[in-house]
């Protein structure tokens, strides 16, 4: 009586091509293209582990607090003295939030830590924002001592022109 | 007789109204207390094999159309070993005696014969106690391999005759196939028929994707990928599996991609310097038009059904909460007061509920109020509970669930919107972000 035809004929062929993340998939916020050893200072691995290439959150906020102000203003005299470098600022937030929702607010965190930036003197175009939302956690526990780790907006390096 | 069963049954679905036993006499047992329904005993008569047909595949359709009927929570299907007259004929006239002697409410017979690659299937459903077919039998023709959406098509047609209300067995999810460990998690796109079957997947694991929306036709999928490195909103063609961006601005991100009701429009959020708003554009492409002009997040739109309004999510009063504005944007209202914060709405393809995410002191709710905020009703609560989706007919509500701790990981579940039947989803690994289809055609 009723005649119908397969829509969802769908095949598991994979056509997509494969797309490097720029950005050093999971877990990224490690400076991934570190070049030098720490005890550089215009290395890398110096800005992330000397100056400091994180600042933190509380719940469902994007004010920078005091220390989270020192840490930006190190990172801006770093970026004002290694001027080869560019950067992406990526904003994240703890789980306990709608994914879409922690999406925008990490836009808004990674927005605070550029915005400081720039009143410190970096060049506008030298600093891009990115928002993983609740998408990738450095620490995995459900507990607030995770959570607050979690809440971060990371200074993610790069070298070359136009970041 | 069947009309008393059939009010009954009805009162029961309506969900929203005050849940009061059911009046009931006679053979009729619909017991509803404390919002829990006893379901209604059916006869499912093992289908025949007719015409070529192995009796398994008869046996196999048998056992989606009793699935889907079961797995609604208003029916509990008699086992055949108590039926004292098995039928052997599709056409052979129903001995009503021997059913109602078993208590079963309805009775469905059926058959299955199968011409080169080409199955059909047919059955008749009756009234057991009016001793009447309720409805005329039909048969539904298919491929080979599209056997189950003939025994979902079937089960929809019992549904909808015995409650009145559409059915939704015959229907497709697209959604998040997640592996890997919490910090270090890979997703891909994947879609599946509404009850685990038949899945595939879209789109490998190289890429971060996120929150996919199927179109009513079930061919384009709209999602958020990080192919170029930051969040945009992609179409996807579930037939070639091809994938185009359909924004790009340097600068800025856009997720959240919904689809207009006639499929012709995206509604979407685009951040830019850490301010996010509500934009649309047409799907096939062209000029964003600005909806939403706020300093605050603006995001997880949903259009009404007849395309004219949209609920969405904004924290413009400083916490999260649901507003409801022309589809053309403009001046919205709130529409959430209570208690914690709301996000995630998804307006019912009825029109007369929406359903969202709750948060409040520390626990995650999938709830349904009405679209003025009156009634609202929270169905779930757990760890973590979000992003809630409809059925094809409004009745139940897919949504993902993940679990607490290092070990944690998200699964789907389904829950009727009376709060009742709450149940997984069944899917091969962790799984999220599911989005329901109309019914196929």
């Known amino acids: ?163 | 007789m069947m009309t008393r069963f059939l009010a009954a049954l009805a009162a029961c679905l309506a969900g929203l109204a005050p849940l009061t036993a059911a009046a009931q006499t006679g053979p009729l047992r619909i017991e509803i207390t404390e919002g829990v329904i006893e379901p209604l005993p059916i006869a499912i008569a093992p289908f025949l094999a007719e015409g070529g047909a192995a009796q398994a595949l008869a046996d196999d359709i048998t056992a989606v159309v009793r699935a889907d009927l079961e797995g609604s929570g208003l029916f509990r299907a008699i086992s055949p070993n108590a039926f004292i007259s098995p039928i052997t004929s599709f056409e052979s006239p129903v001995q009503y005696a021997d059913w109602k002697a078993i208590n079963a409410q309805g009775l469905v017979t059926g058959a299955v014969s199968v011409s080169g690659d080409r199955i059909t299937a047919k059955f008749r459903l009756f009234d057991v106690f009016s001793e009447a077919p309720l409805g005329e039998g039909l048969q539904f023709a298919g491929s080979g391999d599209a056997w189950r959406r003939l025994a979902h098509k079937i089960a929809d047609q019992v549904y909808a005759r015995i409650t009145g209300e559409g059915g939704y067995f015959d229907s497709r999810v697209v959604f998040v196939a997640e592996t890997g460990p919490k910090d270090a998690r890979q997703k891909r796109l994947a879609v599946m028929d509404y009850d685990g079957a038949n899945l595939s997947y879209l789109t490998d694991a190289s890429t971060l994707v996120l929150a996919p929306r199927i179109s009513r036709d079930g061919r384009q999928v709209l999602f958020t990928s990080y192919d170029s490195g930051f969040p945009r909103i992609n179409l996807l063609d579930t037939g070639t599996l091809r994938t185009r961006a359909l924004e790009n601005q340097p600068g800025s991100m856009t997720f959240s991609p919904r689809f207009s009701p006639d499929g012709g429009t995206v509604l979407f959020s685009l951040s830019q310097g850490g301010n996010t708003d509500l934009y649309r554009m047409p799907v096939s492409g062209g000029t964003p038009t600005r909806l939403t002009e706020a300093p605050s997040i603006e995001t997880a739109p949903s259009y009404s059904p007849d395309g004219r309004q949209i609920v969405f999510e904004s924290d413009r009063s400083g916490s999260q909460q649901l507003y409801i504005m022309p589809a053309a944007g403009g001046e919205a209202r709130r529409i959430s007061f209570g208690p914690g914060r709301y996000g995630s709405p998804v307006w019912s393809p009825r029109g007369d509920l929406v359903a969202f995410t709750k948060q409040n002191q520390g626990r995650f709710h999938i709830g349904v109020m009405r679209t003025d905020g009156s009634e609202e009703r929270l169905l779930t609560a757990s760890f973590l509970d979000e992003g809630p989706t409809w059925s094809p007919n409004g009745r139940v509500v897919m949504f993902t669930r993940e679990t607490a701790g290092a070990g944690g990981a998200p699964a789907l579940y389904s829950v009727d919107i009376t709060g009742r039947n709450l149940k997984r989803v069944p899917t091969p690994g962790a799984a999220s972000d599911p989005a329901w289809s109309p019914l196929l055609d």
Request: overall charge neutral; aromatic content about 8%.
């Open chain 1, 1 to 163: 009586m009723t005649r119908f035809s397969l829509l969802f004929v769908l095949t598991a062929a994979m056509v997509l091509s494969a797309c490097t993340d720029r950005f050093g998939g999971p877990g990224a916020g490690a400076a991934g293209s570190a070049a030098g050893s720490a005890s550089d200072p215009s290395s890398p691995a110096y800005f992330q582990q000397s100056v400091g290439d994180r600042v933190l959150f509380a719940v469902d906020e994007s004010t920078l607090n005091a220390a989270a102000r020192a840490t930006l203003s190190a990172q801006a005299d770093w970026l004002k003295a290694n001027r080869m470098f560019t950067a992406v600022i990526e904003g994240h937030a703890d789980e306990q939030g709608t994914r879409e929702y922690n999406l925008a607010l990490g836009a808004r965190r990674a927005s605070a830590a550029q915005e400081f930036l720039i009143a410190q003197g970096v060049a506008p175009d030298r600093l891009r924002i990115l928002s993983y939302g609740k998408e990738r956690p450095i620490e995995v526990c459900s507990t607030e001592s995770c959570y607050a780790q979690n809440r971060r907006a990371v200074t993610v390096l790069a070298t070359g022109a136009g970041a």
